[in-house]
T-cell receptor, first 114, second 109 residues
Framework: KAGVTQTPRYLIKTRGQQVTLSCSPISGHRSVSWYQQTPGQGLQFLFEYFSETQRNKGNFPGRFSGRQFSNSRSEMNVSTLELGDSALYLC?????????????FGSGTQLSVL | SQQGEEDPQALSIQEGENATMNCSYKTSINNLQWYRQNSGRGLVHLIL?????REKHSGRLRVTLDTSKKSSSLLITASRAADTASYFCATGFDYKLSFGAGTTVTVRA
């Protein structure tokens, strides 16, 4: 099976712009989660989707949003980018519909905001 | 805020030695997991231990869990250069994982 695929791998944007990141989970996985990783804050949970429904959301401003499609692929969007949004954004999928089970991570999208 | 905290923050050992890192967490959990990350890439799942388990083994890995002390430890035996990475504990609850700050392990040849 192919792993979790995230695109693009690298992205450079300027302040005020918006960005959309894409994630394709492992085939058959219906849960997709997003995490932000920065040197200062570590790994922070953004949101989790299961069968197109958001089941949990982290403490991020409304500029951060996500969605999941019927084929389980997911996108996250960040509007009005700020310098502090520079981070590695990681997507993970799970084959379980239970809470907090084993996650399979993609290689991430490295976002740089200038 | 992060649920788990790893200790130590960094660890440097000789190839062949054992590496031990600890994780403390704050609230109730369904399970505790350990992940490895190489050079800012995606995380790789190592092992999951459920709240009703006390010890678990997987290859050269040994994990313990003490729910009364809200702590866990990860032991890597006979370390190799390829074990050089950051190791994170994560607690599972409410459809999310909460990660600690991680322990950076360097294995010297």
């Amino acid at each position: 099976k192919a792993g979790v695929t995230q695109t693009p791998r690298y992205l450079i944007k300027t302040r005020g712009q918006q960005v959309t990141l894409s994630c394709s989970p492992i085939s058959g996985h219906r849960s997709v989660s997003w995490y932000q990783q920065t040197p200062g804050q570590g790994l922070q949970f953004l949101f989790e989707y299961f069968s197109e429904t958001q089941r949990n959301k982290g403490n991020f401003p409304g500029r951060f949003s996500g969605r999941q499609f019927s084929n389980s692929r997911s996108e996250m969007n960040v509007s009005t980018l700020e310098l502090g949004d520079s981070a590695l954004y990681l997507c993970a999928s799970s084959q379980s519909d239970l809470q907090g089970e084993k996650l399979f991570f993609g290689s991430g999208t490295q976002l740089s905001v200038l | 805020s992060q649920q788990g905290e790893e200790d130590p923050q960094a660890l440097s050992i000789q190839e062949g030695e054992n590496a031990t890192m600890n994780c403390s967490y704050k609230t109730s959990i369904n399970n505790l997991q350990w992940y490895r990350q190489n050079s800012g890439r995606g995380l790789v799942h190592l092992i999951l231990i459920r709240s009703n388990e006390r010890e678990k083994h997987s290859g050269r890995l040994r994990v313990t869990l003490d729910t009364s002390k809200k702590s866990s430890s990860l032991l890597i035996t006979a370390s190799r250069a390829a074990d050089t990475a950051s190791y994170f504990c994560a607690t599972g609850f409410d459809y999310k994982l909460s990660f600690g700050a991680g322990t950076t392990v360097t294995v010297r040849a």
